[in-house]
């Protein structure tokens, strides 16, 4: 005999409850929550300081976690590496709270740092640079640092630079970097305000997420009216302002 169909066993499925949505709801904000707090974050780059690595109007995922943790690795998916030469890193800016800079790093702690006609040298030996963006403007302090007067300097940065002068370099302390843009000649960088603390490093962008053509003074433009209006020429100029060819662009 044939076995009939009401023979065979059926599960139903049950509904899922009101309640069990908002537990599953919460726990995708809690875990997104926690990614972007502690793991990965977003940030736009808001000045050309960068330029051609990094352009205004990209967006860029962070890795928050790997540069900062001290405890070795959590985990092996995430494994703990230092900051080291040529990284690019987000960071508090040490003499205005609040604000993220983007720059990269050309002495890690012991390095001795100074520049002659424009040309890095660390620990003696000029560096090659081939992300580098010279627009043929000359500033004597700029191009031989750290000779000369320091135009456009923190005020307490002159005297802290002194102090840790050694034959005519600049030597990186511990638990700090020297941290210069790629466009040199209009990047305002350790040159100018000093080095960067350890404890001010945000992480390391990994890779530009989004790119959108963006004024260079979009971000000095910080009143409501301009922010709704900049807002609404993205939406209108999301397709053809977007530069597509940027997108997953990895960030080195």
């Given amino acids: 005999m044939f076995a009939k169909k009401s023979d065979s066993i059926r599960e139903d499925k049950k509904k899922e409850s009101g309640t069990e949505s908002l537990a599953g709801i919460a726990g995708i904000i809690v875990v997104a929550l926690f990614v972007t707090t502690f793991i990965m974050q977003a940030f736009e780059i808001p000045s050309g300081s960068m330029e051609n690595t990094l352009l205004v109007g990209d967006h860029v995922f962070v890795d928050r976690l790997t540069p900062t943790i001290k405890a070795g690795y959590v985990g092996p998916i995430m494994p703990y590496r230092d900051i080291k030469r040529g990284d690019i890193i987000v960071f508090l800016h040490p003499s205005e709270p609040g604000m993220y800079v983007v720059k990269r790093v050309m002495g890690i702690p012991g390095d ?73 000649d209009v990047s305002l960088d350790s040159r100018y305000w000093g080095f960067i603390p350890r404890r001010n490093i945000i992480g390391r962008p990994l890779f530009i997420y989004w790119s959108f053509d963006t004024p260079s003074t979009q971000y000095q433009r910080t009143d409501a009216v301009d922010r709704i209006s900049f807002f609404f020429h993205v939406v209108t100029h999301l397709f053809s302002e977007t530069r597509w060819n940027r997108m997953f662009h990895l960030v080195h």
Avoid at 148 to 166: I, N, Y
Wanted: hydrophobic share 30%; charged share 25%.
């Fill in 112 to 184: 001795r740092i100074h520049l002659k006609n424009g040309v890095v040298y660390r620990n003696g030996e000029a560096l090659q640079e081939p992300y580098l963006l010279r627009r043929g403007t000359f500033e004597e302090y700029r191009e031989n640092f750290p000779q000369g007067r320091a135009f456009g300097a923190t005020p307490e940065w002159p005297l802290v630079m002194r102090s840790h002068m050694q034959d005519g370099d600049l030597v990186v302390p511990p638990d700090s970097y020297f941290g210069m843009g790629d466009h040199r």
